[in-house]
């Protein structure tokens, strides 16, 4: 298994660009997240998903736009970036009765 | 609202030496923790996970044990390497919504093992 796979692993943005994260993770979990890390202010929770269909927000879903239209993909997209979402960006996903998370190798985005 | 801490959020330790990490929480109301391991520029890796009812887990080198009452978790690591240099993250499973629940992560804990 390849686990969970994000991809671009570095982007680099202007201010007002729209852009798209992909995350997709092949263990067949039912439960998928997006988390940004910044820091002093550890992860933070930005939307989750439990299910193809169903997604909502989480702590910080301010900016950010997902959808679950498959179990394996779970894009979290940006609409108009903003220097603000300069961040490191990670999907995790989960079994629905297991809450061992997995977690994605990150991307890095810098919004200039 | 759930807050995790992680203190100290750096240590320097000489190779062979036990590290001690400690990590404490607001609510006790909690599923599970989860302790990870980042190393720089890297993704979380997870290293162990203790169910709200245990007490304590192990793994190889590695023991993380989870007294809810108090808020707290400690994990040990046995004869420090210098490969076990990195971020060391605990976080909590909790209900967040009526349908959802989230990690809520400390701010972690830098570790140094010097050869």
């Known amino acids: 298994n390849a686990g969970v796979t994000q991809t671009p692993k570095f982007q680099v943005l202007k201010t007002g660009q729209s852009m798209t994260l992909q995350c997709a993770q092949d263990?067949?979990?039912?439960?998928m997240s997006w988390y940004r890390q910044d820091p002093g202010m550890g992860l933070r929770l930005i939307h989750y998903?439990?299910?193809?269909?169903?997604?909502d927000q989480g702590e910080v879903p301010n900016g950010y736009n997902v959808s679950r239209s498959t179990t394996e993909d779970f894009p979290l997209r940006l609409l108009s970036a903003a220097p603000s979402q300069t961040s490191v960006y990670f999907c995790?996903?989960?079994?629905?009765?297991?809450?061992?998370?997995?977690f994605g190798p990150g991307t890095r985005l810098t919004v200039t | 609202k759930q807050e995790v801490t992680q203190i100290p959020a750096a240590l320097s330790v000489p190779e062979g030496e036990n590290l001690v990490l400690n990590c404490s929480f607001t609510?006790?109301?909690?599923?599970?923790l989860q302790w990870f391991r980042q190393d720089p520029g890297k993704g979380l890796t997870s290293l162990l996970l203790?169910?709200?009812?245990?007490r304590e887990q192990t793994s190889g080198r590695l023991n993380a044990s989870l007294d809810k009452s108090s808020g707290r978790s400690t994990l040990y690591i046995a004869a420090s390497q210098p490969g076990d240099s990195a971020t060391y993250l605990c976080?909590?499973?909790?209900?967040?919504?009526?349908?959802?629940?989230?990690?809520?992560f400390g701010g972690g804990t830098r570790v140094l093992v010097k050869p």
């Open positions: 995790a996903s989960r079994y629905a009765g297991d809450h061992e998370q997995y």
């Open positions: 976080a909590v499973f909790h209900l967040f919504k009526a349908a959802g629940n989230k990690l809520t």
């Open positions: 998903s439990v299910g193809a269909g169903i997604t």
């Open positions: 609510d006790s109301a909690i599923y599970n």
């Open positions: 203790i169910q709200s009812s245990q």
């Open positions: 263990m067949n979990h039912e439960y």
